[in-house]
């Protein structure tokens, strides 16, 4: 070119081939296979059952997206393009030696060699396999009789073998496709123990304190990767009449990281906008794998009721509280670019001060975002797979359904599930606390939109070969906070309401 260049853009676009040649885009073949073994009966005439199991599941994935590789593109714009070219001892753009020419179109291989475009292209397959392996074994049965009615009770004991392999082509291997990247091969496996138990505790079924029942359970898991967690649970069931019953329960629960999370990389291609340019770009955004990382925890409270005023309508409320802990989240690529602006206009820095080198612009850089050197643009960020401080949600959820035959008009009914999110506040790693109820949450990665209400309300009628069904869903509107770090301003998603009508 005679100057320097800096190329924005994917060449060839659809592998070069014209409509109508069958042209291959990519393929994606899955294979799954689950084989299951079960074996259960009485204890030598003891009254308790016990069930055994065995399963055994794998998925394959053999897939391929074709994509340039890199450093055959860079030899080919110098003209030492094809398979047979030395660029070591040949002269470029002569003999076996070709110029790639990139101002062609997507849709024929001219002014190129179709073998110049093969040479260029990787069409090789990536293969992905998950093996899951479970044993479990459980016994249940009556322990003693209680003046509410039998004590019952189960026991039980898991084990899983997980095992995930990855296997990429060369040039994703050495991460040398210029818009999908690569990643490297990958193997993880792991085993899970796990022990639990379970009581149905009757504790009283009279006409003086009507019906009365406890759940009490626990359970341990184990994991050879480093994970492990107790986890209870009570619950209490009072229904002192028969068309009123009251609940309430109280539980912890955990999530341990995939897998996935814990050995494998993964780049993901994102739209950006980036503070420090101005520019819009798609980046590729590389979370590592974190080993390190702790189990999701939650403690829940759930109260509510269920009540049948009249015959035949039923109306549910229920209140839920949720504290999580150690959110597993992977850093959001948006967010590091906007707080990296942050710190740099904090020093006083432009984009022309990192080309230039100036140190208290390159000491306020995050080294985690790759830039280029002579224009700032950014290239690539790393990203990373962590624990988080703490969320809290809570709302409240209430349904209602109503039957009824109106004689020869035929059966109405209509129910109505409402679901009212009052908080989800989430405590970010820097310790600030983000109102994510009502809001897009664009730039945490622990939380999706949240908008605060949603009603569905399905109205039905059926008499004889008709009936007639409509359903109304109904989210209320929430704010785009966040999106850009206030750089386009603050929007709202308004509120969507769609009715379905069937006939």
């Known amino acids: ?26 393929f994606f073949s899955d294979d799954t296979y689950r084989a299951v073994l079960g074996l259960d009966g009485e204890i030598f005439d003891s009254g308790w059952d016990y069930n055994l199991a065995y399963a055994f599941s794998r998925d394959q994935r053999d897939q391929a997206v074709p994509d340039q590789i890199g450093q055959r593109l860079d030899l080919a714009l110098a003209g030492f393009g094809g398979p047979d070219c030395n660029p070591v001892t040949d002269t470029p753009g002569v003999g076996s030696c070709q110029f790639y020419n990139p101002f062609g179109t997507s849709l024929t291989t001219v002014p190129n060699d179709p073998e110049l475009i093969e040479y260029l292209t990787n069409r090789d397959a990536s293969q992905l396999r998950t093996d899951l392996t479970t044993i479990d074994a459980v016994v249940t049965g009556d322990i003693m009789e209680l003046p509410g009615g039998t004590l019952s009770a189960a026991f039980g004991y898991q084990f899983r073998n997980e095992i995930r392999v990855s296997d990429f082509p060369n040039a994703a291997e050495n991460e040398d496709l210029i818009f999908l990247i690569g990643t490297p091969d990958q193997r993880g496996r792991r085993t899970v123990d796990a022990f639990f138990g379970e009581l149905a505790v009757p504790i009283a079924d ?183 401080p703490s969320a809290e949600t809570e709302g409240f959820d209430i349904t209602a359904s109503y039957e009824f035959d109106y004689g020869n008009w035929g059966t109405f009914g209509i129910r109505s599930a409402n679901s009212f999110v009052s908080k989800f506040d989430i405590t970010q790693p820097d310790g600030t606390v983000l109102e994510g109820a009502g809001k897009r949450n664009a730039n945490t990665p622990f939380a999706n939109s949240i908008p605060e209400f949603r009603s569905n309300t399905a109205l039905s009628w059926a008499n004889g070969p008709h009936s007639i069904n409509g359903v109304i869903r109904y989210i209320s509107e929430y704010e785009e906070n966040d999106a850009t770090g206030g750089l386009i301003g603050e929007e709202t998603v308004d509120s969507q309401t769609t009715v379905d009508l069937q006939y």
């Open 206 to 388: 009279n006409d003086t304190l009507g019906l009365i029942e406890a759940q009490v359970a626990v359970r341990y898991e184990d994991y050879s990767s480093g994970q492990s967690s107790t986890d209870p649970k009570f619950a209490l069931r009072w229904a002192p009449q028969d068309n009123l019953s009251l609940r309430a329960s109280w539980s912890s629960a955990f999530r341990a990281p995939t897998l996935f999370q814990i050995t494998n990389q993964q780049t993901a291609l994102n739209g950006t906008l980036d503070p420090v340019t101005g520019s819009v770009v798609f980046l590729a955004e590389t979370a590592n794998p974190n080993p390190s990382l702790d189990p999701e925890e939650a403690d829940t409270i759930n109260l509510g009721a269920s009540w049948e005023p009249i015959e035949n309508l039923v109306i549910d409320i229920d209140y839920y509280n949720i504290e999580y802990t150690n959110l597993i989240s992977t850093q959001v690529g948006q967010s590091l670019l906007i707080q990296e602006a942050g710190a740099l206009a904090a020093a006083g820095c432009t984009a022309a001060d990192i080309v230039a080198g100036v140190a208290a612009c390159l000491a306020a850089r995050n080294p985690a975002i790759i830039r280029d050197p002579a224009t700032a643009t950014a290239l690539r960020i790393f990203t990373e797979r962590e624990n988080a």
């Open 1 to 26: 070119f005679g100057v320097p260049v800096l190329w924005r853009g994917r060449v060839i676009g659809n592998n070069g081939l014209t409509p109508g040649d069958n042209r291959q885009i990519g």
